[in-house]
DNA sequence: CAACCCACCTGACTGC
DNA sequence: TGCAGTCAGGTGGGTT
């Protein structure tokens, strides 16, 4: 679901209302998600501790915490295809807990909510010198929109691998947080079908399908990101996202293609939709 | 190492 | 209205 211009945009709203906030307590629910949430360092350490950044690694969420004049913590937050996090004002009276909201942080004026009906995500914590060393850090890619994203290490990064080029973007190893959506519409940008095999791009097709790439996760973060359904995305204030409405194929199978009205075609790889309209994508 | 398949889990939607 | 089948924004483990 939350790819990375939906996890930035939560992390936004985050960082508005959070940061150098003070954590008054912090409660699971349930710890049974992707990955075992370590209920006791959540609930007895962090109470007491104090937001001081929150950055974004690919589509991961890393909360820095200052518990102590020399004790730091990480908060490692994975979204997964169902996860939200949810900032409310704080009431008086404690809301009830909603259905599948598995741990809650009380900070002095606000609640931070996780909710994941799927349990794809994940909520993990570490030392910061342990950071880069995490296993949902350690194997990522470059940041797609920062300056060691560029054509010629796309390039590089294509030879010698047959995997077609949808699959080669959102499996991470090489860019980090381009999920099915947006690869879908940067390769159309591109021109490029999406089922192309990766060692088969060409130098000028990188050279233009890395700068698709940033536009579309740019303007998608501009757009708050994309909401495909009813109870689907939605920014940390409940807000749902509008880049659904730019999207030239994603989802649109059977329906014009923007540029040329051929019908936009489906396949399936990786057990997933690919998209693209055979005219338009070489 | 790379490519591929599958599982994890719940809910929304489609078609009968 | 119900019920079965299909699909979903992600990712890591196992197998070939």
Same mark, same amino acid.
């Not at 710890?31 to 350490?45: F, G, Q």
């Not at 959102?170 to 690869?183: R, S």
């Not at 689907?232 to 409405?245: H, L, R």
């Given at each position: 679901?939350?790819?990375?211009?939906?996890?930035?945009?939560?992390?936004?709203?985050?960082?508005?209302?959070?940061?150098?906030?003070?954590?008054?307590?912090?409660?699971?629910?349930?710890?049974?998600? $992707?990955?075992?949430?370590?209920?006791? #360092?959540?609930? =007895?350490?962090?109470?007491?501790?104090?937001?001081?950044?929150?950055?974004?690694?690919?589509?991961?969420?890393?909360?820095?915490?200052?518990?102590?004049?020399?004790?730091?913590?990480?908060?490692?937050?994975?979204?997964?295809?169902?996860? $939200?996090?949810?900032?409310?004002?704080?009431?008086?009276?404690?809301? *009830?807990?909603?259905?599948?909201?598995?741990?809650?942080?009380?900070?002095? =004026?606000?609640?931070?909510?996780?909710?994941?009906?799927? $349990?794809?995500?994940?909520?993990?914590?570490?030392?910061?010198?342990?950071?880069? &060393?995490?296993?949902?850090?350690? /194997?990522?890619?470059?940041?797609?929109?920062?300056?060691?994203?560029?054509?010629?290490?796309?390039?590089?990064?294509? $030879? @010698?691998?047959?995997?077609?080029?949808? =699959?080669?973007?959102?499996?991470?190893? *090489?860019? #980090?947080?381009?999920?099915?959506?947006?690869? /879908?519409? %940067?390769?159309?940008?591109?021109?490029?079908?999406?089922?192309?095999?990766?060692? &088969?791009?060409?130098?000028?097709?990188?050279?233009?399908?890395?700068?698709?790439?940033?536009?579309?996760? /740019?303007? %998608?973060?501009? #757009?708050?990101?994309?909401?495909?359904?009813?109870? @689907?995305?939605?920014?940390?204030?409940?807000?749902?996202?509008?880049?659904?409405?730019?999207?030239?194929?994603?989802?649109?199978? @059977?329906?014009?293609?923007?540029?040329?009205?051929?019908?936009?075609?489906?396949?399936? %790889?990786?057990?997933?939709? %690919?998209?693209?309209?055979?005219?338009?994508?070489?």
């Amino acid at each position: 679901m939350p790819e990375l211009p939906e996890v930035e945009t939560v992390r936004r709203s985050i960082e508005k209302f959070l940061l150098e906030q003070s954590l008054e307590k912090c409660e699971c629910k349930r710890h049974d998600l $992707r990955y075992s949430i370590p209920v006791k #360092a959540l609930e =007895d350490e962090l109470p007491g501790a104090t937001l001081d950044a929150i950055e974004r690694r690919g589509k991961v969420l890393i909360g820095h915490w200052q518990l102590g004049p020399r004790k730091r913590r990480c908060l490692l937050m994975h979204l997964g295809m169902s996860g $939200r996090l949810i900032i409310q004002e704080r009431e008086k009276k404690p809301p *009830v807990w909603q259905k599948h909201e598995h741990v809650r942080w009380t900070f002095t =004026d606000h609640l931070l909510s996780f909710i994941d009906p799927r $349990r794809f995500g994940s909520v993990e914590i570490c030392t910061p010198g342990k950071l880069s &060393k995490h296993d949902r850090v350690k /194997n990522l890619g470059v940041e797609p929109l920062g300056d060691e994203f560029t054509p010629a290490l796309l390039f590089e990064q294509t $030879r @010698g691998r047959s995997q077609c080029l949808r =699959d080669l973007l959102i499996l991470g190893k *090489v860019v #980090a947080g381009v999920g099915n959506i947006y690869a /879908n519409e %940067a390769l159309f940008r591109a021109g490029v079908r999406p089922q192309r095999r990766s060692n &088969k791009l060409k130098k000028r097709e990188a050279k233009v399908l890395v700068p698709h790439v940033k536009d579309v996760l /740019n303007e %998608a973060v501009e #757009a708050g990101g994309s909401t495909l359904s009813s109870g @689907g995305y939605v920014d940390g204030e409940g807000k749902s996202g509008w880049f659904q409405f730019s999207h030239a194929v994603y989802g649109r199978d @059977g329906q014009p293609c923007p540029s040329c009205q051929t019908k936009i075609k489906r396949v399936r %790889a990786l057990k997933r939709g %690919a998209f693209y309209c055979s005219k338009c994508q070489k």
